[in-house]
């Protein structure tokens, strides 16, 4: 199995959501859910083996969209960025 590294497993990376910036919110977003599809299937081979198929297919690029706005929704709500003069 050529397994991700120990570090690509860690689910909140930098161990809080807490970010100076929705932008960097934003980029912590996209890296959870990089690294939760790396804690459910954490064989690359696998992984990229598939990469063909939801590449290419405009549904699946909708659903990790989806998810990384779910995720962002989640650290701007951790971050106070709903509330005026935010």
């Keep these: 199995m050529n397994r991700v ?14 970010t100076a910036t929705p ?3 934003r980029a912590l977003a996209l890296m959870i859910a990089r690294h939760t599809v790396h804690n459910i299937q ?5 992984l990229k083996g598939g990469r063909p198929n939801y ?10 969209a989806h ?4 995720e962002f929704a989640t650290i701007a709500a951790a971050n ?3 509330r005026p003069g935010n």
């Design 55 to 64: 590449a290419t297919t405009p549904e699946s690029i909708i659903a990790a």
């Design 23 to 25: 932008e960097e919110g």
């Design 80 to 82: 106070g960025h709903w």
């Design 67 to 70: 998810v990384v706005a779910i």
């Design 5 to 18: 590294p120990d570090e690509g497993l860690v689910l909140v990376p930098g161990g809080s959501l807490i």
């Design 42 to 46: 954490p064989d690359l081979d696998v």
